[in-house]
């Protein structure tokens, strides 16, 4: 069998797809990905066997494309980083093609985190876009407000089943409900980031119930207290 390739294409804009994983799919036979993710790397398809897939017949296609692979070379891109937010795919990935190398790429938290001026080092990186429960999430991103940290948050969108949905308002709900002063909560809500489309709210937490936000959203509780090297000038003196 040919090699295998799970990459990451960044958050959208095809400025974003590293030149490292650009020669990999230049280099590929086949593609197989979403919709929205061939679209960012759509120059880059020329001449590829290439197959859209959706959650509901991604399993069909990987299956399918199995014994007629050969030793051709078979990319299966994902937006942002391969390695955030997509290891129920990849772990099926694995368990399907066996050897798979994963790249990296730039993902929509990194953007997020930079456009609200929130440190990933004094962060926490929570990820609600999953299909199991998400109980303990909730959890930790309480625990992760209280003790001060600023959150880069990926929403779950799950329109079809309201009790799974937990988007942007249902968290502001959330939150008030568990009793955060959600008036005075600094948050940034970035949807469709580095594309033509990006748009972004910044505001109170408050200020998100009953706001409706597409399923490419990331959220940024900002909780920053600036802390510079001026204040640790001890390091430098004799």
């Known amino acids: 069998m040919g090699k295998i390739y799970a990459v990451g294409v960044g958050p959208g804009s095809p400025k974003y797809v590293t030149e490292h994983v650009k020669e990999i799919i230049q280099n590929c036979h086949v593609v197989i990905g979403y ?7 759509e120059s880059l398809l020329e001449g590829k066997e290439v197959y859209e897939v959706t959650m509901n017949n991604q399993e069909e296609s990987y299956q399918k494309i199995l014994p007629e692979l050969g030793e051709r070379s078979l990319v299966i891109p994902f937006t942002g980083d391969v390695n955030f937010s997509e290891s129920e795919v990849v772990d099926r990935l694995i368990e399907i093609f066996g050897k798979v190398e994963i790249v990296p790429g730039i993902s ?18 929570i990820t609600m876009h999953v299909t199991a429960s998400i109980e303990e999430k909730k959890l930790e991103l309480q625990k992760a407000l209280i003790d001060g940290f600023s959150v880069v ?31 005075n909560m600094k948050v940034h809500v970035f949807e469709s980031l580095t594309t033509e489309n990006e748009t972004s709210f910044v505001g109170k937490v408050k200020d998100l119930e009953g706001k409706e936000f597409s399923d490419l959203s990331v959220m940024v509780f900002n909780q920053v207290v600036l802390d510079s090297y001026m204040n640790y000038r001890w390091q430098w003196k004799n």
């Open 35 to 41: 919709k929205y993710t061939l679209k960012t790397i």
């Open 108 to 125: 929509s938290i990194q953007v997020a985190a930079a456009k609200a001026q929130v440190p990933l080092d004094k962060s926490k990186v």
């Open 153 to 183: 948050l990926v929403p779950r969108p799950w329109p079809k089943r309201p009790d799974k949905h937990f988007m942007p308002s249902e968290i502001a709900v959330y939150l008030r409900k568990n009793r955060f002063d959600t008036d």
